[in-house]
């Protein structure tokens, strides 16, 4: 009897996929966001999600769900249905960093979400607020130095790319910032604006524009070169202390979601992604843009793959780890 349902339920699965497939999306798609309205990942969220919305002739409804680094978000979609309804955006620190960083994860990085789309990538800006008495990077330093561990920094928890960029920046400079977590750096950067917190290394998406309004200060660019969109900034190697971080963003959906609905998802982010309004805004905040190759879902699942284990080298040799 049990050997007969399962032959039903498999020709069942079988029979709906092809359907489910055609006649995908006959709703709005729920995408998944794991960091506060505001910041660096809710921009590229919103950009990417109104345009694929465009692409499929359905609406993406966001849903910042926020918590321990984006952990919280990552699980929410591991456990959605796998029916192209619920997709998550990530990055280097809530796809990569969290699988060596927290031991108590109940998911898998590696398998338990299919990948849709490599997304666009940016370095970050060592920044801190306009009362920190330090105008070159090498001041900065010097500044940290003479109070060590006293002044406060901002990231979006550990394993978030802040974190990971505050971990290159203590590697690259000797000194350290206490680690405030925020449920992103779209808040942790109002509160960098206002002098509650005094050091941030965060994406340039984030953090160009508060520069451009002179609402805070950068010191460098975690890149090998300028950015075309800040090209007064200078490299952290030309300050002085060479560092390169560089925070990609990716597009993911629950495993099991059927082949068919990856493509159709693949092929409306490669159209936003060439999309010349979304690539100016996104280029203009310093983000690059991978090319369609890339964002193919086999070569962004190799991609992930080889990410993962850089990561998982660098940690475990600074013994980053949560119990
Ligand atoms: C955000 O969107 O708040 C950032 O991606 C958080 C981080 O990873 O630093």
Redesign the pocket.
Known sequence: MLRRRTVLASMAASVATPALAQSYPNKPITLIVP??AG????VVARLVGERMGKELGQQFIIDNTTGAAGSIAVGKAVRAAPDGYTVQIG?V?TNVANGTIYKNLNYDLLTDLAPIARLPQNPMLVCSSLQVPAKTLKELVEYLKVNPDKIPGG??GMG????LGALAFFAATGTSYQLIPYR???PAMQDLVGNQIQVMV??SS?SLPQVRAGKIRAYGITAKTRSNAAPDIPTAAEAGYPMEVS?WHGLWAPKGTPSEIIDRLNKAAIAAMQDSDVRHRLEDLGQDIPTPAEMAPAAFAAFHKEEYARWKKILEAANVKIE
Request: glycine share 24%; proline share 5%.
């Open positions: 960091f506060a910041g660096p990942t809710d990055h620190g990231t979006a978030s790319g802040s974190h992103g750096t779209g965060d994406q984030n925070i």
